[in-house]
């Protein structure tokens, strides 16, 4: 029988200077107002200026990306999410990624 547990993402100690980075550049762009995807395209740049050869491969690159900013979350919630969290409750910032779409 296949082991489908989910598991927390793993980052080597040589990694988290990078999962900052990348976690950064996610928190900022949402922070700005960007959307999910923006922010993401924003951690994808960082990504990839510390790791050109990433783009041999941008499915398992984007894998990492999502692993490194779900790592971040995990090891500190409050950090990441302190100043997205109260853009979100002061309407600033739409809880969903559909809710912006649907202002406009």
Do not use: C
Not at 11 to 26: F, I, Q, W
């Amino acid at each position: 029988m296949v082991d489908r547990s989910l598991s927390p993402p793993h980052v080597t100690d040589a990694e988290k200077p990078l999962r900052r980075e990348v976690a950064v550049a996610y928190r900022i762009a949402r922070e700005a107002g960007r959307s999910h995807d923006g922010a993401l395209a924003a951690a994808r740049v960082v990504y990839i200026q510390a790791r050109p050869e990433a783009m041999s491969d941008p499915l398992a690159a984007s894998a990492r990306i999502n692993e490194m900013i779900a790592s971040a979350i995990r090891v500190d919630p409050v950090w990441f999410w302190k100043n997205v969290r109260a853009l979100i409750e002061s309407g600033q910032l739409p809880s969903r990624p559909d809710a912006r779409s649907s202002n406009t």
